[in-house]
């Protein structure tokens, strides 16, 4: 009873009175000492769990699957539930990209949390596993449901749906040149056309730079099945006009092109590295059937494929490190 009574003391008196009624010996002042310190840490532990309670909250695609709660807490905090999918992870996030996922945890696609260095909070990515690993979805289309012709702060922070796998979205130019910030980036590019056909292009050493460069897009060698669009093409005059190298990200709102009659992204009903203006546009108007007519050439062009006056079925872009193996090797995909 003795000793409940020095603990209720400790507990409930204020510190100053506690310590004039300390006895002198110096084995009970050890023994408040060490009292002490475990309710520093207890209350260090409950201060972190009302922040990881609220990080969850606010995080509701972490907070509707979380096994920490049970079904009925879910049911009276129903309040939180989002569009956002369910995802995988610590509560701290460390993996910079979604190869770094791979490497530490082996997972399969889906979506997932990461953090590059240059990024303050981490941010949610589909990241796809198959065709070599370890790539970070930072484009998709597939249906025509997510419009593109937005405005510039809806391309820098990002848009559409991201809860099913072949939801369409742009991930945010923040995000993509967090990504492509350092030198050794691969950037592949996968395309279906209305006959299921498909192809792929992949850039190596691709950067975007920062909004104070309006998002400049760079990027090296091309190799790949359905033309180098991105630098315009075979024919010189073409490339001097359409080539997307060097190119600044231009919107409906904020016109970085070359065009001087003009703005390529308003004609062309979504923002992209437009030149004079393009021979690919990936986030143009979404065009069911594959040809189509118009005063634009506006749709989804990847114009070495399927020219200027075929709209594409889907699109992905997706981008990781070119120096990227997977502890096994290679990964399973057409990259060595």
């Known amino acids: 009873m003795a000793d409940k009574a020095l603990i209720l003391l400790i507990l409930f008196v204020p510190q100053v009175q506690t310590l004039h009624r300390l006895p002198e010996n110096e084995s009970c002042w050890l023994e408040v000492s060490e009292l002490r310190n475990v309710i520093r840490n207890l209350e260090n532990q409950y201060a972190l769990g009302q922040w990881q309670l609220k990080d969850l909250k606010d995080s509701s695609y972490n907070w509707e699957n979380s096994l920490v709660y049970s079904k009925n807490l879910k049911k009276e905090n129903s309040q939180y539930k989002s569009s956002f999918p369910s995802t995988s992870g610590n509560l701290i996030v ?42 970070t979805v930072i484009q998709r289309r597939t249906n025509g449901k997510v419009k593109f012709d937005r405005s510039w702060s809806d391309y820098k922070n990002g848009f ?105 992204a308003k004609e062309n009903k979504g923002g992209w590295w437009f030149n004079r203006c393009h021979a690919a546009n990936l986030n143009g108007k979404y065009y069911r059937r594959g040809s189509y007519t118009g005063k634009n050439d506006n749709g989804l062009i990847w114009f070495t494929w399927h020219g200027w006056w075929y709209s594409l079925k889907s699109s992905s872009i997706k981008v990781r490190q070119q120096a990227f193996l997977d502890d096994l090797g290679s990964g399973n995909g057409r990259l060595l």
């Open 94 to 135: 460390y993996d910079h990209d979604c190869s770094m996922i791979y490497n530490r945890r082996k997972v399969s696609s889906g979506f997932y949390r990461i953090k590059p260095q240059s990024i303050a909070e981490p941010f949610l990515v589909y990241c796809d596993m198959s065709d070599g690993t370890g790539w």
């Open 160 to 264: 559409g749906h991201f809860k099913k796998k072949n939801d369409e979205y742009w991930l945010g130019n923040e995000y993509i040149h967090s990504l492509l910030l350092n030198d050794g980036n691969l950037m592949q590019i996968d395309l279906t056309d209305w006959k299921e056909k498909t192809a792929y292009a992949i850039y190596e050493n691709v950067k975007v730079a920062d909004e104070k460069d309006n998002y400049r897009l760079q990027f090296g060698i091309y190799s790949g099945t359905a033309g180098d669009a991105l630098s315009g093409g075979g024919n010189v005059e073409e490339q001097w006009s359409v080539s997307h190298n060097g190119m600044q990200f231009s919107t409906a709102d904020q016109d970085h092109d070359r065009y001087l009659h003009g703005n390529c």
